[in-house]
């Protein structure tokens, strides 16, 4: 027997959710991004490393996603969920660290918070690009 596949939701219950998970991504983004730059930048002991050389190393991953975010493709806000796993094992690396701990904390958090919003972001946006094509 095969199963019936369950209704997608309609396009008034989507498109609020879309607007909110979107915003709530672009500013966990961009909040994860300014507090990387900062902490590196400034607060972070690189032990003789030129700053720059870090910062564009640790923020690379962001950076190659963000046209991406910036204009709300799903599929970059997909491969977002991935990426983001490296700064939240990062920050709790770091929370370990009692000289490092409120970074780490934030850090992780932040992530978290990237890597919720921007995983239903996808799923809704599918849902509304299947529902607006006739599904």
Known sequence: MAKTPKPLP???WLKPRLAVTRAISLLSFL?????????NGFFADLHGARPWVVLSIVL?????LAPGILMGSAR????LCFVV???FIQGVLAATDPARSLYGWV???????LFCSAMYYTRWRFQYDRKLAGE
């Open 10 to 12: 309609s396009l008034a």
């Open 31 to 39: 909040a994860l991004a300014l507090l990387i730059g900062i902490w």
């Open 60 to 64: 690379l991953p962001l950076v190659l």
């Open 76 to 79: 970059a806000h997909a491969w």
């Open 85 to 87: 796993n490296i700064y």
């Open 107 to 113: 850090e992780a958090l932040l992530s978290l918070l």
